[in-house]
């Protein structure tokens, strides 16, 4: 990109595929041969692919989940000097679950443009062939391997109405479904996919009480994506829930009308059929 005299250089994220080399598009291919240099989290992996697209090996420089903070200035100065600079991760897009935010947010803050060519993504591609709500959905990536971090996050999941998208390594994958199990319970739909876009791409489909006894019998290889049913809606409280509350805020001293907006904001019902409660029970004396 010219800017009068000056060549301003270019950071290009470039999805990659998630197993499938047919999957790289041509514009990526293009990608990779027009960059001066190509950050990349494995150098024998990005090889291969470049190989595949039959591009000419340019400068690789290592930017994984030890280097990435390492690399930013090395990339920067390079972008400094005109140079366009793809990023890729192993599979899929760089940034999500993978390097590439770090080399994002310094390449913006020294004003240079990103671009980005989408590619294949494991989370997306799970979650429509998952059979769940796919309208709405939040994605986790993976969970603290341990601790309260671990603890908090998974009641989160549990509690969450929307579709939830994780991934997880082949052997972790029996305790994190025992995990979702006790915190969301045995009922909860769920979707497995493993080596999406492979030779051997499998999705099982079920509730996480069958899921858990599922890998229990045949543990299954490659990356997995699990993709969670949302939370039930809670059951509206009845009007017996309604009216204790209400005795709490009136014995407090509240008005019907302050003890009624009280109550429906915490209850999440409707501030009319609470305020009928409440001045029937001012007017009753309880």
């Keep these: 990109m010219r800017n009068g005299d000056r060549i301003d250089g270019v950071l290009v994220l470039v999805g990659t595929p998630i197993g499938n080399l047919g999957d790289l598009t041509p514009r990526a291919a293009e990608a990779l041969r027009s960059a001066d240099a190509i950050c990349c989290e494995d150098t024998r992996r990005t090889g291969r692919l470049l190989q595949h697209a039959g591009v000419e090996r340019p400068h690789l420089i290592v930017v994984n989940d030890h ?5 930013v200035p090395g990339v920067v100065a390079r972008l400094a000097r005109g140079e366009r600079v793809a990023v890729v991760s192993d ?12 080399l994002v947010r310094a390449a913006v803050a020294s004003g240079h443009a990103v671009e980005v060519v989408p590619g294949p993504s494991a989370a997306l591609a799970a979650l429509v062939t998952s059979g769940l709500p796919a309208g709405r959905f939040v ?3 993976f969970l603290p391997r341990k ?22 390594a082949p052997h972790r994958l029996a305790r994190t479904l025992a995990d979702l199990t006790e915190a969301c319970g045995p009922e909860r739909r769920v979707a497995v996919a493993r080596e999406l876009t492979k030779l051997h791409e499998e999705v099982w489909r079920g509730s996480l009480g069958d899921a ?24 509206p409280p009845d009007d017996g829930a309604v009216v204790d509350a209400l005795r709490h805020e009136l ?6 009308r302050d003890a ?5 904001a915490r209850l999440g019902v409707p ?16």
């Design 139 to 141: 994605f986790e990536g």
């Design 271 to 286: 501030r009319r059929r609470v305020y009928e409660l409440a001045t029937r029970l001012t007017a009753a004396g309880t």
């Design 251 to 256: 014995t407090a001293g509240a008005t019907a």
């Design 91 to 102: 599979a899929g897009m760089p940034g999500i679950s993978d390097p590439g935010e770090r």
């Design 67 to 71: 280097t990435e903070a390492r690399a």
């Design 212 to 235: 858990l006894a599922w890998v229990g019998t045949a543990p299954p290889r490659g990356e997995i994506v699990l993709v969670l049913e949302g939370a039930p809606e809670a059951e």
């Design 260 to 264: 009624a907006r009280a109550v429906a």
């Design 147 to 168: 601790g309260a971090g671990r603890t908090e996050r998974l009641g989160a999941v549990a509690a969450e109405p929307r579709t939830v998208v994780l991934y997880e």
